[in-house]
Nanobody, 122 residues
Framework: QVQLVESGGGLGQAGGSLTLSCAASGRTFSTYTMGWFRQAPGKAREFVAAIRWSGGATYYADSVKGRFTISRDNAKNTVYLRMNSLKPEDTGVYYC???????????????WGQGTQVTVSS
């Protein structure tokens, strides 16, 4: 069993930066692929970024590529999402997920956090 708790959300300005953290409990954290997803009001949850268990492979949605960076610290059971050059369209609830999906952009993760709100003002 893995429990995920996101933090670091809040209000940001366009062009600014925010860093999200996701702390995981459970000794199997290091074996899972970790993903970040977001959901804007009235829209479906969408893939943002993912990182394989070793940290050697990272994946990004086209909309955040070059602006967001995902990283993980297996010793601390934590995954991060550094968000630079924020845009108003980055607004939404950001969710952390853990699992072993074949295709990381799908919702096929085993565990999900409760989410943290990110609001970007123009």
């Amino acid at each position: 069993q893995v429990q995920l708790v996101e933090s670091g959300g809040g209000l940001g300005q366009a062009g600014g930066s925010l860093t999200l953290s996701c702390a995981a409990s459970g000794r199997t954290f290091s074996t899972y692929t970790m993903g970040w997803f977001r959901q804007a009001p009235g829209k479906a949850r969408e893939f943002v970024a993912a990182i394989r268990w070793s940290g050697g492979a990272t994946y990004y949605a086209d909309s955040v590529k070059g602006r967001f960076t995902i990283s993980r610290d297996n010793a601390k059971n934590t995954v991060y999402l550094r968000m630079n050059s924020l845009k108003p369209e980055d607004t939404g609830v950001y969710y952390c997920a853990a699992g072993d999906p074949i295709i990381v952009t799908t919702l096929n993760y085993i565990y999900w956090g409760q989410g943290t709100q990110v609001t970007v003002s123009s």
